[in-house]
C-alpha cells in the first residue's frame, strides 16, 4: 500500500466550476500538509501548506486537513483555464524534511 | 530573490554512463534535497543534505549519490545509469530554522538510451 494516494484523474470541468481534488493516507505520523501545482516539464509549485487539522484559504483555494480521516483536500473556486495543471499533493512527518508525495490529479479547465 | 536553480535543464545519457546533475538553493536557504519523477508520478525522495552532509535517504541505490558544498549548493550523481533512471530529477531547498516549508526548483530532464 502506498503511504499516500491520490486520486489520478484525468479531471476536466468548466470555467468556473469548482474544483475539489482529494488525498488519503496511512501514515498517522504526517502532520505537515502541501499542496504543489505543476505545469507541464516545470517543477512543482507551492500553491498552500497546512500544518495539522483544520482550513486554510489563500484567495480562490482552500486546503482541508482531517487528521482522524487521513483525508485532505484542495478546493479550487471560479476554476480558470490557467488552473490547468497537475496538481500533487504531499505530506512529511518531520518538519518538511522527507515528503511524500500522491501520484498527482491532472486538471484541465475548458474556456 | 533568485529561486531554486538547476542545471543542466536537459541531459542525454547511455546506459552505464555517469552523470553529475547541480542545483542552487534559494538565497537563504541551508537544506537541500533530491527527488526522482517519473513520468505521470510524483516525485520520490532520494536524499536530503544539511551542513554537507547527508541527512536521510529514500529508497534509492547506493549508484546515487550527492553532495552539498560550503555555499550550500549540491550535487546528484547517479552512476552506472540505468533506462529505468529516466526522470525529471528536481532540487528543493529550505532554511532548516526557519520553519517553513521547502521549494522546488525546475528540474533537469534526463533521458537514458
Known amino acids: 500500500q502506498k503511504e499516500v494516494e491520490q486520486d489520478p484523474g484525468p479531471l476536466s470541468v468548466p470555467e468556473g466550476a469548482i474544483v475539489s481534488l482529494n488525498c488519503t493516507y496511512s501514515?498517522?505520523?504526517?502532520?505537515?500538509f502541501m499542496w504543489y501545482r505543476q505545469y507541464s516539464r516545470k517543477g512543482p509549485e507551492l500553491l498552500m501548506y497546512?500544518?495539522?487539522?483544520g482550513n486554510k484559504e489563500d484567495g480562490r483555494f482552500t486546503a482541508q486537513v482531517d487528521k482522524s480521516s487521513k483525508y485532505i483536500s484542495l478546493f479550487i473556486r471560479d476554476s480558470q483555464p490557467s488552473d490547468s495543471a497537475t496538481y500533487l499533493c504531499?505530506?512529511?512527518?518531520?518538519?518538511?524534511?522527507?515528503?511524500?508525495f500522491g501520484s498527482g490529479t491532472k486538471l484541465n479547465v475548458k474556456p | 530573490d533568485a529561486g531554486v536553480t538547476q542545471s543542466p535543464t536537459h541531459l542525454i545519457k547511455t546506459r552505464g554512463q555517469q552523470v553529475t546533475l547541480r542545483c542552487s538553493p534559494k538565497s537563504g536557504h541551508d537544506t537541500v534535497s533530491w527527488y526522482q519523477q517519473a513520468l505521470g508520478q510524483g516525485p520520490q525522495f532520494i536524499f536530503q543534505?544539511?551542513?554537507?552532509?547527508?541527512?536521510q535517504r529514500g529508497n534509492f541505490p547506493d549508484r546515487f549519490s550527492g553532495h552539498q558544498f560550503p555555499n550550500y549548493s549540491s550535487e546528484l550523481n547517479v552512476n552506472a545509469l540505468l533506462l529505468g533512471d529516466s526522470a525529471l530529477y528536481l532540487c528543493a531547498s529550505r532554511l532548516t530554522s526557519g520553519g517553513e516549508t521547502q521549494y522546488f526548483g525546475p528540474g533537469t530532464r534526463l533521458l537514458v538510451l
Open positions: 497546512t500544518y495539522s487539522s
Open positions: 501514515n498517522s505520523a504526517f502532520q505537515y
Open positions: 504531499a505530506m512529511s512527518a518531520d518538519n518538511f524534511n522527507k515528503f511524500y
Open positions: 543534505y544539511y551542513e554537507e552532509e547527508e541527512r
